[in-house]
C-alpha cells in the first residue's frame, strides 16, 4: 500500500498530490502513473501497487487538482462518467505536461533511477506528450485519444515509447491509429501494438471494461519494455 505526497508545479501555482508506492528493497526505477479522467481512484491505486509489487518506485499524479483536488470518480456509473467528462473538458494539457515534468523530477531526485511514464486514456495521450516533451526515460502509451492530433510533435521523441491501442475503441476511430501507425512507420524508437475485438479501457485494473486476456498481453509487453529501457 502507497500514501500520499505532495509535490510542487513547476510554475509555484500550488502543490499537487502524488499516491507513492515503493519496493520493499531499492527500486529497479521509477514510474510515474498517468491517470484516467476517473482521478487516483482505486484502479490507479492498485496500479501503482501492483508496479512497485515488481519493484519499481511508482507515483501516479492528481491531474486534476488545479480543477478539483483529489477526485475519484467510478467509470461504471453513469453520473460520476459524465462528471469525469467535464474534468476533462476543463484540463490544460499543456499544464498537465508540466506536472508530469515535476513528477519525473521528483521521483529522479528521490529514486536517483531512471524514470518511465505510462498512462491510461487520456493519461495515455499526456505519456505521448511526456514522451514528446519531458525527459521522461521511456513511456507507455494505453489508449491515448487524440494522440493523431499531435502528431507534429512526433520528431520530439527521443527515446523509447510504447503504444496499445483498442482494436474496437469508440473514442479512438481505425482511422485515426492508421495514421498513428503511418507516422511511426520505420522509427525504431517506437512500438505500437493493436489489441483486436476490445474496446476503450481494456487494460483497466479494476471495473467492467477490463478484458482479462489483452490487458495481460498489454501489461506483459509493458512490463518487458521498461525491464529493457529502464535497467
Sequence with gaps: MGSMISVEALDHSGSFNVYRATPADEAKAAIVVVQEIFGINPGI???????????????????????????????????????????????????????????????RAETEKKVGVTGYCLGGLMTYLAATR????????????GIDGFLSEAHGIARPLLMHFAGKDHFIPTEAITKIEDAFKGNERVEIHTYPGVDHGFATQTGKRRVEDAANLADGRTEAFFAKHLA
Design 45 to 107: 491505486r492498485a496500479k501503482v501497487d501492483s508496479w512497485a509489487a515488481k519493484g519499481y518506485a511508482v507515483y501516479a499524479l492528481d491531474l486534476f487538482w488545479r480543477d478539483k483536488p483529489g477526485i475519484q470518480l467510478d467509470p461504471d456509473i453513469p453520473d460520476q462518467l459524465q462528471e469525469a467528462f467535464g474534468f476533462y473538458q476543463r484540463f490544460d494539457r499543456d499544464k498537465g505536461v508540466a506536472d508530469i515534468e515535476a513528477t519525473i523530477r521528483a521521483a
Design 134 to 145: 519531458t525527459d521522461a526515460d521511456a513511456s507507455a502509451a494505453y489508449y491515448g485519444a
